[in-house]
């Protein structure tokens, strides 16, 4: 005889940083969907490598980077939604593709697993300065998802870097991979940098990206010097999506994460 075992429900609710029922005005609204569609658009590609990884491990691992994500992105779009009446549900299901404010660095397909690892190298590192400077925002709410997701996004960064050094330094193939995978994701970084409009509306309550460039290059400059690599681009990528304008995989990606909820609307389980 074992007894019982009880396990508490715990409401989803309960789960999501810096809910104080507050309500976002509309700017800080549309901020919060920046962040929170970037989030959300990482988590999904992430999830896709979930028994396909390289190892056993690594199912683990990036399944974990996915879930820490999607919580992100679930703080986020709750706060956003909070300023018309939506749920994190509806932003994330019932918005179409010009709808969503995700950068095209995110919405890059996974390809092999040294793209997705250089993909989330930027990734990472980017959001890793973003929520350090975001901890200090005059608005409480964002700055409490800020202060919980940094130490996730500190696990992310260092896990990227790790795999990065791994195959930069392992076999020819895998260098090879690394190098390639890099100059394919280097063109998507200058949009995260840009500052948007929406930024001098939100003085004290954003992060202006163009601040952010000097901290990433710095930590980018350290990883690459140990891993001798030099990626290179031979453009900049137009960019757009804080804008609505995205990269053509983006769709693909919303068709697969939209449609349970749609076909059957309102379902519960």
């Not at 709750?78 to 994190?88: F, I, L, Q, W």
């Amino acid at each position: 005889m074992h007894g019982e075992v009880h396990v508490d429900e715990l409401a989803l609710a309960d789960e999501l940083a810096g809910d104080s029922g507050r309500v976002a005005g509309p700017d800080v609204a549309e901020y919060a969907l920046w962040l929170g569609d970037d989030a959300l658009v990482l988590s999904q590609q992430l999830g896709w490598w979930i028994s396909r990884a390289p190892e056993l491990e690594e199912d683990m691992a990036l399944g974990n980077i996915a879930l820490d994500l999607l919580g992100h992105a679930r703080s986020l779009l709750h706060y956003a939604g909070t300023a018309d009446g939506r749920s994190e549900d509806d932003l994330a299901y019932w918005r179409d593709e010009p709808e969503f404010r995700s950068a095209w660095l995110f919405e890059q397909e996974n390809g092999d697993f040294a793209k997705t690892i250089a993909r989330q190298l930027v990734a990472s590192v980017y959001l890793f300065e973003l929520y350090e400077r975001l901890r200090a925002s005059t608005d409480e709410t964002l700055a409490a998802i800020a202060e919980k997701a940094v130490k996730e996004v500190d696990y992310h960064r260092d896990h990227a870097v790790q795999w990065t050094l791994r195959l930069a330094g392992g076999t020819d193939e895998s260098r090879a991979r690394m190098i390639r995978a890099l100059d394919d994701v280097w063109p998507y970084v200058d949009e995260l940098f840009r500052d948007e409009p929406l930024i001098d509306r939100l003085d004290g309550v954003a992060v202006r990206p163009s601040t952010l460039r000097e901290p990433f290059d710095a930590v980018l400059a350290d990883v690459f010097a140990e891993a001798d690599l030099a990626p290179k681009s031979a453009f900049i990528a137009a960019g757009g999506g804080r804008e609505g304008r995205h990269f053509p995989t983006l769709g693909y990606l919303l068709a697969e994460l939209q449609v349970l909820a749609r076909k059957h609307p309102g379902a519960s389980w």
